[in-house]
């Protein structure tokens, strides 16, 4: 059994930065591919970005969820860690993030393509 967690999460103002880091016990978290998903108050949980078990091909959200060019998911398998650097953040931002992480790298987009979920950590963007 792997369990996940993140950190990073915080208050900051519009326009500032956050790294959300997500990292595993049990096995490395190079033997799967991670997910970052978010929750918003009132809002169903949604996709924002991943990256797969091998190659480092990186996916995210739809344009229209507006996360393109400010996010950033990156993997340091030496450290045990994927990454979820975010700028230029905006209070549509804030939410409840989540790392999953998946076996067999059937797919990114959904929540329903992961194996584990982390207990998630908040980020609160001010304006």
């Known amino acids: 059994q792997v369990q996940l967690v993140e950190s990073g999460g915080g208050l900051v103002q519009t326009g500032g930065s956050l790294k959300l880091s997500c990292t595993t016990s049990?096995?490395?978290?190079?033997?799967?591919?991670v997910g970052w998903f978010r929750q918003a108050p009132g809002k169903e949980r949604e996709f924002v970005a991943a990256?797969?078990?091998?190659?480092?091909?990186?996916?995210?959200?739809p344009a229209a969820n507006s996360v393109q060019g400010r996010f950033t998911i990156s993997r340091d398998n030496i450290k045990n860690t994927v990454s979820l650097q975010m700028n230029d953040l905006k209070p549509e931002d804030t939410a409840v993030y989540y790392c999953?992480?998946?076996?067999?790298?059937?797919?990114?987009?959904?929540?329903?393509?992961?194996?584990?979920w982390g207990q998630g950590t908040q980020v609160t963007v001010s304006s």
């Open positions: 049990g096995l490395p978290i190079s033997t799967y591919a």
């Open positions: 999953a992480a998946d076996r067999e790298d059937r797919g990114y987009y959904w929540d329903y393509e992961y194996d584990y």
């Open positions: 990256i797969a078990r091998y190659g480092g091909m990186t996916y995210y959200a």
